[in-house]
């Protein structure tokens, strides 16, 4: 069977988004299960966080050498079977040493996937960049619907997770099974490698948006079926809801927003999406009921969907160093912050409240809206060669 290179990330983006949602979403069972508070149970988190820095830093040369096809494979399968153990483990300490090992995987998986997107790009000639992300939030969005019915079903966290990863095996195979590594593109004469690009002052307001939209998505993916759990005592089905608005929308916007960039530029669809996002997080910070916190953790799913991919694309335009540079300490910084933002935002639910949590985001939120500036004003497709390029 015939398969589209890009239709295989699609699947690949997919793939991980369930096995990663499906275990996010019985964060609440796992704090039950080990006997820890908020702040342990951050600090127990922030293991993928410290994986994902690592690996996102030193994986490069080893994906090289792998090569995007075995790198897929180890990543993804390698994901969902370490997530299956979770469940087994005795104390916070070896869920810990677990979750560092997911995010040395993550990282490597971030990297290999986005190179891949670069390069099939350039040969198609259109970009499939945001397409791509958006099966992530898609996939988010069906493990999020399926794993509110599953827990209020009373199935178990183990039989759960092990449902996910023969999923995730059976698909991942049939996925990497014929894929062809993409051909890589020519550098030019003398420029290195980039593995860890520090940013420049021209590209921290860009960094400002990826940071605060993955900070936006973190708070509303890890965190919400605990919000809706204590802050409204709401029953597993009801509580998981908002995650599922959450995904859904930010699935829809990534899907189908490229022609509303086109036509309206970067800049003003950034302000708009980021002003519906700061508007989510506000709403769910002060929601009186627990319907206004669902409508909440909706509009900050669609305000941070297409920020970050929009930042790259405007990292990847600028002419002060390489694209390759750039692009390297966005996506760097952005997805560790994706990660160290469930132990962060732990912390402050354990001393100040877990309505508090999405108060500390509203600032960072609105830093972004006013670095709006920095985005691209020429359409994605301008830059279709470059978006991919963090590992290389």
Known sequence: MQIAPQHRIYVAFFLIAVSTGAFLARIPDLQVKLGVDKAELGLTLIGMAIGALVSLTASSPLIVRLGARLTLAVTLLGTAALFSLIPFLPNAASVFCVLFLIGLLGGAFEINVNVEVGRIEA???????????????????????????????????????????????LAGLFTVTGMKNTPAENTAPGEKAHHFALPTLGLLPLCIIGISAFLVEGAGIDWSAIYMRDVFSAEPFLGGTGLTLFAFFMALARLFIDPVVDRFGARRVGVMLLSTAATGTALVWLAPHPYVALLGFALMGGGCSAAYPMAVTAAAQRTDRSSVANVAALAQMSVVVFFLAPPLLGLVAEHWGIRSAYLVCLPLIVTSILASYALSPRKPATVVESQGSPAE
Do not use: K, P
Request: a positive charge; hydrophobic letters at 55%; charged letters at 5%.
């Open 123 to 169: 040969q198609l000639g259109f970009s499939v960049m945001n397409r791509s992300h958006g099966f992530w939030s898609l996939g988010f969005f069906v493990t999020a619907i399926t794993a509110s019915v599953i827990r209020q079903a009373g199935i178990s966290m183990q039989t759960h997770l092990h449902w996910i990863l023969a999923f995730v095996f």
